[in-house]
């Protein structure tokens, strides 16, 4: 609803959805058809599941899998389901847009918002229990109701912004700015509860050679697929209800039920410029700092480098904690420049020097989406993560334009007179181009998935860039330093910060050209365009970000990834 009176336009109004989903997630629980992994003593991402080159292991992965050898590592499970979950998000808000006078005007506004935690149509999801190692059912009368949750209800967002233009008298120069309070939930990245034990979803994973009395008896002896690979036996607990968390090794998840959501103050300062005539100058600060950000974590034990459990949770295994304690930053200069589309001809440019820091990248990270891949390194001192987040892109530049090339009937070189035909051939045409240059992606150096210790310069030498290396591997060593001192076996954390370092500079050149031939026997507003379009012009190879496994001897400080070749499309689109 909108009011006006006077100088002020007021507006109110509200938002209400329902957001429902019904899915089978095969991939979840390690998967319907199971995770299989083979390495060996001496290297490989499942090396720590193997006693040394012997009766078990060969020495080489490739060789234990063909030879029918037991796994390193074996799971499986079924997601249960599908399940019908159900959340919703309600919001009011009031506006005022006040002309104070004709040089300024304020925007002053209030917004709240509530975002509720997903129920299932039959009470199918279930929710960890830290302190008791129990496994509650929703419900009705369950502790934590049907969602499991307690629903944040501080949401209120000031928002404020004005715009000024009184610094010259013919108004072509502005400043704005502006400060809000957002809020957001992060339903792609929350752990589902209908993964938990009690849903009719369930799963095991075990290590066959280290611990072979954890696993179904087929895995206890060579050849294991010979003999067919069972599921895990799973179970439909009553609503409301609660039962003892199994120990089996199968997936567990808490999610912190004194849920908070995501906030971000967001803020900027512009200045924009006409400094001639259809010409735009604009330069300006945009900041942003993130709290309450979803965090990953594992709460129980698991002795991997990177993303290794924090022990608060003993005799269980691994247990997938989900907390909205994350935080952010990111600090920009923005800058542009802007010729609008006059006499056939429009650019726009800009140029964005930014910095974006965080201490967790979520739910969803570089490396996958679960607490080894993305959880903290040291989950005792999960501040030791807070460095560049994985979309961090310190400079970027870009340049586009859309130029009526001056050929044709109906342009600067040509006229009413020129030849039809010769029109149909070279009139008509419009070149588009976009320009991109931009800092390369973040990685980091690790050893086993952790962090390693950095002991020197990083930097490769001259002999190692001939070689088409990007880091000196004398530089890193495996971390040493124990995150559990009186643990022998405890994992480690590296002195090497995260995402220290950067990819190479990634340039794209994206370039089409467009012809409309207009069909009047049709309707006069009737064309067929024809199109070209080229991407990545040049056919640059760019790469992303090199091997960064010290553990890889072949490949490590080496960027074999490239980014896409040379495409060309030819098409037509009816415009009518």
């Known amino acids: 609803m909108t009011y006006v009176k006077g100088t002020s336009t007021y507006k109110f109004g509200g938002d209400y959805r329902v957001r429902q989903n019904s899915n089978y997630d095969g991939g979840r629980n390690n998967g319907t058809k199971g995770n299989y992994q083979y390495g060996t003593t001496d290297s490989g991402f499942v090396s720590g599941n193997y006693n040394g080159i012997g009766p078990n292991d060969t020495g080489s992965s490739l060789a234990n899998f063909l030879l029918g050898y037991q796994p390193g590592f074996v799971g499986r499970g079924d997601p249960g389901g599908p399940y019908f979950q159900s959340s919703k998000e309600m919001a009011f808000f009031v506006q005022n847009d006040w002309k104070v006078n004709t040089d300024l005007t304020l925007n002053l506004g209030l917004r709240y918002d509530i975002f509720t935690a997903p129920t299932e149509r039959f009470d199918r999801q279930g929710n960890f229990d830290p302190a008791t190692k129990t496994i509650q059912m929703a419900g009705d009368n369950a502790p934590g109701g049907r969602d499991l949750a307690n629903t944040d209800r501080n949401n209120f967002g000031p928002r404020i912004g004005f715009a000024y233009g009184g610094l010259k008298s013919d108004k072509t120069l502005v400043i704005r700015g502006g400060y809000g309070l957002l809020y957001a939930t992060d339903i792609s990245a929350a752990q589902p ?31 294991p697929f010979d003999n067919g690979i069972p599921t895990a036996p799973f179970t439909v607990a009553a609503p409301g209800s609660s039962f003892p968390a199994p120990t089996t090794g199968g997936l567990i998840l808490f999610n912190d039920p004194n849920r908070k959501d995501e906030m971000y103050h967001q803020y900027n300062l512009t200045a924009q410029w006409e400094f001639r005539r259809n010409w735009l100058a604009e330069a300006g600060y945009v900041g942003s700092l993130g709290r309450n950000l979803l965090v990953l974590s594992n709460i129980g034990t698991g002795n991997d480098e990177g993303g290794p459990g924090s022990r608060e949770v003993l005799g269980i295994g691994p247990i997938t904690a989900t907390r909205y304690t994350g935080s952010s930053s ?247």
Request: with cysteine; glycine share 10%.
């Open 330 to 576: 990111y600090n920009a200069l923005q800058t542009k420049l802007e010729k609008r589309f006059v006499k056939g001809l429009s650019l726009l440019s800009s140029y964005t020097w930014s910095h974006a820091i965080d201490d967790s990248p979520g739910g969803i990270c570089n490396n996958g989406a679960s607490a080894r891949d993305c959880g903290p390194d040291d989950p005792t001192r999960p501040e030791l993560d807070r460095g560049n987040a994985d979309t961090d892109i310190r400079h970027r530049f870009t340049f586009a334009d859309v130029w009526d090339l001056p050929f044709g009937r109906s342009r600067r070189f040509g006229g009413a007179d020129m030849n039809r035909g010769l029109d149909a051939v070279v009139g008509g045409w419009q070149f588009n181009n976009i320009v991109t240059w931009q800092t390369g992606p973040v990685f980091n150096v690790t050893c086993n998935g952790g962090r390693v210790d950095l002991l020197g310069d990083p930097n490769p030498t001259q002999a190692q860039q001939d070689q088409g290396l990007e880091l000196n591997r004398a530089a890193f060593r495996c971390a040493q330093t124990r995150i559990f001192p009186s643990d022998p076996n405890s994992p480690h954390i590296g002195t090497l910060g995260r995402n220290v370092f950067r990819g190479r500079p990634q340039f794209y050149w994206d370039a089409s050209f467009f012809k409309n031939f207009p069909i009047s026997r049709i309707s006069e507003a009737f064309n067929v365009q024809f199109r070209f379009s080229a991407y990545n012009v040049l056919n640059r190879v760019n790469r992303s970000a090199p091997n960064g496994d010290i553990n890889n001897a072949g490949d490590f400080g080496r960027d074999i990834n490239e980014q896409r070749r040379r495409q060309m499309e030819f098409s037509l689109k009816l415009i009518f």
């Open 193 to 223: 509860l209908t993964s938990n034990p009690g849903t009719g979803a369930a799963s095991y994973a075990c290590t066959p050679i280290t611990n072979p009395s954890g696993c179904p008896s087929v895995f206890q002896h060579r050849n």
